[in-house]
């Protein structure tokens, strides 16, 4: 997310319009992928990971974005994972290794009973749906990307937290020697980021297992990620290892960073400048020029009754 970086995309890194992929055709084609019912054994997980590997989608149609969407490529080659690199476009090389089998979830904190999830189990456990929803990063770009995965809402029933749980805390793998980029103090690992409890339980939220039919490149936060998609990027954490059902509002690794910059809500709004940029307009990777940004992200309708009476300049 670092810094003035946004403003540095060139548009000679954009891919031409003629390589979009068409909303239909796509739809098409990974109808007839889910209706092959081809699931993914285990084991081939990590047979190649620059191979594309498709996963099988059980629903779609709710929350469907129309606008075109982002490019295949683009979604997958201009990352921000800083635990690899701060460099988008090298993320997806470094990352090219890495291992995500085993794979564990753990549940902590205020909860019936502390349980730890099989990556496979849990991927197995919940119909995997489609949704395209617009993706804004504070950075004032954005992306239109089909994610596969799973409401938030039902694993964290699943977790049955306690009365006393207001908060999730949601935390990346710590692992220095498979991920170079915390091996520098970039920010202080590991990765964490939280919701307010009703943020999570709203049908938006997505425990993202995929995009684009495919399981998640690792560069985009394999095996599972957050999507929240009227939120700024950074508060949707990648390669999740654990998640905290606690009282109070948590420090998440931005707001630690830079609390002036990163607030708790990091709520789309065009309204409340980032101190060093405007956030009113976005670069919409794969389009020339750029668009207004729409409050929460186009998604008000949807999530806005979660913050009347706030004030959102204060809770940025
Ligand atoms: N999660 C972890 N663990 N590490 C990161 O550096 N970057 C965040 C978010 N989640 C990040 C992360 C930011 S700033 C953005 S914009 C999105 O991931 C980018 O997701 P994408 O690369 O799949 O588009």
Not at 92 to 112: A, I, N
Not at 260 to 271: H, I, L, M
């Amino acid at each position: 997310m670092l810094i003035k970086k946004a403003q540095a995309i060139k548009f000679s890194e954009i891919t031409e319009k003629k390589h979009y992929i068409n909303r239909r055709q796509f739809l098409a084609s990974s109808a007839s992928l889910a209706a092959s019912g081809l699931f993914i054994p285990h084991s081939d997980f990590q047979k190649d990971s620059r191979q594309r590997q498709k996963l099988t989608v059980e629903k779609r149609g709710e929350y469907v974005v129309q606008d075109r969407l982002t490019p295949y490529e683009e979604a997958t080659t201009y990352t921000n994972f800083y635990e690899f690199s701060t460099g988008k476009r090298s993320v997806k090389e470094l990352s090219r290794d890495f291992r995500t089998r085993p794979w564990s979830l753990s549940v902590e904190g205020l909860v019936e009973d502390k349980i730890t999830f099989d990556i496979d189990e849990l991927i197995h456990m919940f119909p995997l749906e489609e949704r395209i929803y617009r993706w804004r990063c504070v950075e004032a770009w954005s992306m239109v990307i089909p994610w596969v995965g799973f409401p938030l809402a039902d694993f964290v029933k699943k977790c049955q937290p306690t009365s006393k749980a207001q908060f999730v805390e949601f935390e990346t793998i710590y692992a220095p020697a498979r991920m170079p980029g915390q091996r520098t103090r970039v920010l202080d690992w590991p990765y964490t980021e939280a919701l307010r409890l009703d943020e999570a339980l709203h049908p938006l939220a997505l425990m993202a297992v995929g995009l684009y039919g495919d399981i998640l490149p690792n560069q985009n936060g394999a095996p599972i990620r957050l999507v929240i998609p009227w939120k700024y990027g950074f508060k949707s954490a990648k390669s999740i290892v654990k998640i905290r059902f606690v009282e109070k509002m948590p420090k998440s690794s931005w707001r630690k960073a830079n609390p002036r910059e990163y607030g708790f809500y990091a709520n789309v709004n065009p309204d409340v400048k980032h101190p060093r940029w405007s956030q009113a307009r976005e670069r919409r990777i794969g389009e020339e020029g750029k668009r207004p940004t729409l409050i929460f992200n186009g998604y008000a309708e949807e999530i806005g009754h979660l913050y009347s009476g706030m004030d959102l300049k204060k809770n940025y």
